[in-house]
């Protein structure tokens, strides 16, 4: 859980972007392509790769 404002925001800005990528594999699942699928693989590279400052969230990204 958060402690501060900042790690909220941070905590937040994560979880819109796993959202977002949870958006578009729903939508490359009804119509996949090899192209799609590699940008994809990169903005799932990118959100989990992305160094939080916040320690506990960095460390659940890093699973």
């Known amino acids: 859980m958060p402690k501060t404002t900042e790690q ?3 905590l937040d800005k994560v979880r819109d972007q796993i959202w977002g990528l949870y958006g578009d594999l729903k939508l490359w699942k009804q119509k996949q392509s090899a192209k799609e699928a590699s940008i994809l693989v990169d903005h799932s590279d990118n959100i989990f790769g992305q160094r939080s400052h916040y320690k506990e969230l960095g460390q659940l990204l890093a699973l």
Request: hydrophobic share 0%; charged share 65%; net charge positive.
């Open 8 to 10: 909220t925001r941070k």
